[in-house]
């Protein structure tokens, strides 16, 4: 505790244990910087190995979330 001319402050440290990159939840696949960046380069779809084009549409029908930092 802190005493002030006002009143008294608690003051409290709080640790938070970070186990670090946590794992994609079930069904979702997390891709590296360098595997976005390679498919890219190849113009390959994020989603499957198909080449990318205007009006793509992958084999197998999914929703899909891109995320970016």
């Given amino acids: ?8 402050t608690t ?21 590296s910087s360098a595997k976005i960046e390679q498919k ?8 499957s190995n198909e080449r990318f084009a205007i009006g793509h549409h992958c084999a197998k029908l999914e929703l899909m979330m891109l995320v970016g930092r």
């Fill in 40 to 47: 890219r380069r190849e113009v390959k779809c994020f989603n």
């Fill in 11 to 31: 003051t409290a440290t709080v640790s938070v244990d970070h186990p670090g990159p946590r794992a994609p939840p079930k069904g979702f696949v997390r891709l």
């Fill in 1 to 8: 505790m802190v005493s002030s001319g006002r009143g008294t």
